[in-house]
């Protein structure tokens, strides 16, 4: 036993060890920020467990435990168990309709006791990691094959359509984050640009007037008919090709973006993205809003939640107002501040330059697990790593973009930092497991 310790601790990878214990206590740190008074004593507080900074300390000790746990497990046993814990994350998710408890609008929450509930849809994307690591290094995957591409998708949709289901959109939006795992892997190009161009006409129809928007294709349309009239009278396949997808953007931006945001996505939802464009949603065309008191005022809070984060971050200048002596985050103007605003005590507090040093520690992180997954032997530890890679860095781009105002509230958690023992857990069990596979990246595993 002593032999397996000495070895597990010499191939850990331990810089990323000592920036996993940097931005926790960081995080302990921001949400002692923003809870602390002065009335009260400090250490009886920490220890207490009844405030939430005290609260993630104990998450912190337990995440700690399990760490190790980790670190002393033989590898192998994740490969073996990734399409079974696959399997009980989605029973888990399933179980949220039956067992679940409704916290902010959202029936994603599970109760375990103490206070403490559990939120199966942070933990599955590690079963959604290993399981994606799993399928794609299998001797018998051809990537470049549609079947496989598509068996590939469906791992990562599947719990990603569950999320939307119990009114996560923000957790659903994260498992797009495996794109980037598939990609490395040899998902064709295409598919992500026209993913990406799809994002552009959907804010583009928000923005433009209708019948501009759909002038300006049918212009660009016809342009490229102009240009390209030699090939075309080559091959008429190219004609239709074009026209083809004249019809589709016009379709898209003429009905298929307006049902969706008027059947398909809630009345709230629907105002947020609009807000982060400048526009104002009409509830009065949302099929889904009950109309119940407040709902025609969804857009304030919003609005309130952004503004009063940008005034928060804004006032810690270049150097920030200093520790516990920040005015917005301390006095709560900030809503969920200690959660999807956390971000917003940094600021304050430590200005442009302690963000600016706090976001080069992340991507310190992303650095060092890209390089670890560039060195892996094994399929599976290389597209692991690259899915936790891309995790993290969906959740800090999406979670600081949402704070500055740059993209809509989603309630995405900024990783290692943000209050929650559901969140903690899934980003150290995903940072961890990487460290165990690296450790032993001189065996194969399937």
């Known amino acids: 036993m002593s032999t397996r310790n000495n ?77 079974l ?31 403490f509930n559990l939120q199966p849809a942070e933990l599955c ?41 119990q009114h996560e959109l923000g957790l659903a939006l994260v498992y797009s984050a495996f794109l980037v795992a598939m990609y490395r892997e040899g998902l064709p190009a295409q598919i992500l640009i026209f993913g990406s161009s799809f994002a552009i006409l959907v804010v583009a129809t928000l923005i433009l007037d209708p019948n501009v928007l759909a002038l300006s294709l049918t212009a660009i349309a016809a342009i490229l008919i102009f240009l390209l009239r030699k090939q075309i009278k080559k091959s008429r396949q190219l004609l239709i090709i074009i026209v083809g997808v004249w019809l589709f953007c016009v379709g898209t931006q003429r009905f298929v973006v307006p049902y969706i945001f008027n059947n398909v996505l809630e009345c709230y939802q629907s105002t947020r993205i609009y807000s982060m464009v400048g526009k104002e949603y009409d509830c009065g065309k949302n099929k889904k809003s ?38 917005q985050t301390r006095g709560k103007y900030v809503p ?8 917003t005590s940094l600021g304050e507090a430590f200005g442009f330059i302690g963000c600016f040093a706090f976001l080069a520690i992340y991507l310190f992180l992303l650095y060092r697990i890209v390089r670890m997954a560039e060195r892996q032997r094994s399929t599976f530890s290389r597209v692991y790593a690259y899915s936790v890679a891309s995790i993290i860095f969906f959740h800090i781009a999406v979670n600081v973009s949402m704070t500055i105002g740059l993209f809509p509230i989603v309630g995405i958690p900024l990783p290692l930092i943000s209050y929650g023992g559901s969140s903690l857990l899934t980003f150290t069990i995903l940072i961890f497991i990487l460290l165990r596979l690296d450790a032993d990246r001189q065996m194969v595993l399937r």
């Open 7 to 83: 070895i597990s601790s010499q191939g850990v990878d331990w810089t990323i060890v000592w920036l996993y214990a940097i931005l926790v206590s960081i995080g302990i740190l921001c949400i002692f920020m923003v809870e602390y008074r002065t009335d009260t004593n400090w250490l009886q507080t920490f220890l207490g467990g009844k405030t939430n900074y005290s609260k993630q300390l104990i998450f912190a000790g337990f995440c700690t435990l399990i760490a190790t746990f980790i670190l002393l497990t033989d590898s192998k046993l994740f490969t073996a168990l990734a399409n």
């Open 85 to 115: 814990l696959y399997a009980f994350g989605i029973v888990l998710m399933l179980a949220t309709f039956v067992l679940g408890k409704n916290i902010n609008g959202s029936k994603s929450w599970i109760p375990i006791g103490g206070g």
């Open 125 to 165: 994307k590690i079963f959604t990691a290993l399981a994606l690591a799993k399928f794609l290094s299998r001797q018998e995957t051809e990537f470049s094959n549609i079947r496989s591409q598509l068996i590939g998708g469906l791992i990562a949709i599947a719990p990603a359509i569950l999320s939307i289901l």
């Open 290 to 327: 009950e109309r119940k008191q407040g709902e025609k005022a969804a857009r304030k809070p919003d609005d309130y939640n952004v503004r009063q984060s940008k005034i928060a971050i804004g006032s810690g200048g270049l150097t920030g107002r200093g520790f516990l002596k920040g005015t």
């Open 336 to 343: 969920e501040q200690h959660t999807d605003f956390i971000f």
